[in-house]
């Protein structure tokens, strides 16, 4: 019994860890502060909603690699032919870059908020141990040992707020029913979903796979690992909002560090400004150096190079990733925050084929064999599909009227 406790379990999860490392970044603390402020608990069903359909998009694209020893480009590539898994692979990296000028913004401001200067100063500084973090040798274990700790602060952090405050459970559970406050509520939720609902990341997944070198005989260890993984990654987000709309709710609209900030002070007291910019500074490095990490693979990966995390045309095109955040940063210097809300939302229009990939490998018996998804599975899968649609045409929609006014 030893064998299947708790904790080995625990201590087995890993590579759905560093998909929560990138997910839950400063996009997630930030926009679901925002919801939790300026609507309590309304917008609940959200980060909800989307954990579910990340652990199964995650699930799915581990089993893909597990069953066929492939990663999901790669058995498209066999299954459907280059053409569309190198389109993947190109808007895959795309959609991290959209995802990385954020990041780079939010150390910035992370920066700037600790020790002042300004935010580009930070960014730019910070670029030189974050690239250095990745041209680092054996890089799969040290990013295992960095995102723990990440997320362990934020545990820490946010399960401790919660404790002091307590949840107004009267308000939370209306805020599982699907709705908007108001239309302006839409494009936050939008955001939100994109932040947690990661089709890239998802994929991501079968790459981590072969880093760990695990086959079909894992596939039980993996169930659990995705599980629990992107568990935590959506809890996170949730307690994020439970204590923005305990803590922020109907004082204001105006969002800086100190004001987001707050939402620790029952824990924390005095030290809540110090405690939660630098979780929001390990968040947005773990981010950092992941998330260019993952647009890099799956662009060599599409185009039928080495993936390998240590292979050299990966790490190049990590750091073009890494650079084009920094560009984006000191070349507009958008407020972070707007600027982190304006990528989370872009980058969900390249989710469409990297989705499909996804759910057509996996249930297809010809690759998967008595390993294909059930039909229950299926259909959460075409539903999360459909989301992913839903998602872009909203964006594409309220960007076609923020572009005629």
Same mark, same amino acid.
Not at 131 to 136: C, S, Y
Not at 260 to 277: D, K, N, T, V
């Given at each position: 019994?030893?064998?299947?406790?708790?904790?080995?379990?625990?201590?087995?999860?890993?590579?759905?860890?560093?998909?929560?490392?990138?997910?839950?970044?400063?996009?997630?603390?930030?926009?679901?502060?925002?919801?939790?402020?300026?609507?309590? #608990?309304?917008?609940?069903?959200?980060?909800?909603?989307?954990?579910?359909?990340?652990?199964?998009?995650?699930?799915?694209?581990?089993?893909?690699?597990?069953?066929?020893?492939?990663?999901?480009?790669?058995?498209?590539?066999?299954?459907?032919?280059?053409?569309?898994?190198?389109?993947?692979?190109?808007?895959?990296?795309?959609?991290?870059?959209?995802?990385?000028?954020?990041?780079?913004?939010?150390?910035?401001?992370?920066?700037?908020?600790?020790?002042?200067?300004?935010?580009?100063?930070?960014?730019?500084?910070?670029?030189?141990?974050?690239?250095?973090?990745?041209?680092?040798?054996?890089? #799969?274990?040290?990013?295992?040992?960095?995102?723990?700790?990440?997320? &362990?602060?934020?545990?820490?952090?946010?399960?401790?707020?919660?404790?002091?405050?307590?949840?107004?459970?009267?308000?939370?559970?209306?805020?599982?029913?699907?709705?908007?406050?108001?239309?302006?509520?839409?494009?936050?939720?939008?955001?939100?979903?994109?932040?947690?609902?990661?089709?890239?990341?998802?994929?991501?997944?079968?790459?981590?796979?072969?880093?760990?070198?695990?086959?079909?005989?894992?596939?039980?260890?993996?169930?659990?690992?995705?599980?629990?993984?992107?568990?935590?990654?959506?809890?996170?987000?949730?307690?994020?909002?439970?204590?923005?709309?305990? %803590?922020?709710?109907?004082?204001?609209?105006?969002?800086?560090?100190?004001?987001?900030?707050?939402?620790?002070?029952?824990?924390?007291?005095?030290?809540?400004? #110090?405690?939660?910019?630098?979780?929001?500074?390990?968040?947005?490095?773990?981010?950092?150096?992941?998330?260019?990490?993952?647009?890099?693979?799956?662009?060599?990966? &599409?185009?039928?190079?080495?993936?390998?995390?240590?292979?050299?045309? %990966?790490?190049?095109?990590?750091?073009?990733?890494?650079?084009?955040?920094?560009?984006?940063?000191?070349?507009?210097?958008?407020?972070?925050?707007?600027?982190?809300?304006?990528?989370?939302?872009?980058?969900?229009?390249?989710?469409?084929?990297?989705?499909?990939?996804?759910?057509?490998?996996?249930?297809?018996?010809?690759?998967?064999?008595?390993?294909?998804?059930?039909?229950? %599975?299926?259909?959460?899968?075409?539903? &999360?599909?459909?989301?992913?649609?839903?998602?872009?045409?909203? #964006?594409?929609?309220?960007?076609?009227?923020?572009?005629?006014?």
């Amino acid at each position: 019994m030893e064998n299947f406790g708790l904790w080995r379990r625990l201590r087995r999860v890993g590579p759905a860890l560093v998909l929560a490392a990138v997910v839950l970044g400063p996009g997630s603390i930030t926009l679901c502060t925002m919801a939790g402020s300026l609507y309590g #608990y309304r917008l609940l069903w959200v980060p909800l909603v989307a954990t579910v359909f990340m652990i199964a998009f995650t699930w799915m694209s581990a089993r893909i690699a597990l069953v066929t020893r492939l990663t999901v480009l790669e058995a498209a590539r066999h299954r459907f032919g280059p053409g569309i898994t190198r389109l993947g692979g190109l808007f895959g990296f795309l959609a991290i870059c959209a995802f990385q000028a954020g990041n780079s913004a939010a150390v910035g401001f992370a920066g700037d908020a600790l020790f002042g200067i300004g935010a580009r100063f930070w960014a730019a500084v910070l670029f030189v141990p974050a690239m250095a973090f990745i041209l680092l040798p054996n890089l #799969y274990g040290k990013l295992e040992i960095l995102v723990k700790w990440v997320v &362990g602060l934020m545990v820490i952090a946010f399960v401790g707020t919660v404790a002091v405050v307590g949840i107004d459970w009267r308000a939370a559970v209306p805020g599982i029913v699907p709705s908007f406050p108001e239309p302006a509520a839409v494009f936050l939720a939008l955001g939100m979903a994109a932040t947690t609902f990661s089709i890239a990341a998802a994929v991501f997944q079968s790459h981590l796979m072969r880093e760990k070198n695990w086959g079909p005989e894992e596939l039980s260890a993996e169930s659990v690992d995705s599980f629990l993984g992107i568990a935590i990654l959506g809890g996170i987000s949730i307690l994020v909002l439970f204590t923005s709309a305990g %803590v922020l709710y109907g004082e204001g609209t105006a969002f800086t560090a100190e004001t987001m900030a707050r939402q620790l002070e029952p824990l924390a007291g005095p030290a809540a400004f #110090y405690l939660f910019i630098w979780g929001f500074f390990f968040a947005g490095f773990s981010s950092l150096i992941v998330n260019p990490l993952i647009g890099a693979a799956l662009l060599v990966d &599409g185009f039928g190079g080495n993936a390998s995390m240590d292979g050299r045309t %990966v790490k190049i095109w990590t750091v073009a990733a890494l650079s084009i955040g920094l560009a984006v940063v000191m070349t507009f210097g958008s407020s972070p925050i707007e600027l982190l809300r304006f990528a989370q939302a872009v980058a969900v229009v390249a989710f469409p084929i990297l989705g499909f990939l996804v759910l057509a490998l996996a249930a297809d018996r010809k690759v998967m064999g008595r390993h294909a998804n059930s039909i229950g %599975v299926n259909l959460l899968g075409a539903l &999360g599909y459909l989301t992913i649609l839903g998602i872009v045409l909203n #964006y594409l929609r309220l960007a076609a009227q923020t572009f005629l006014e």
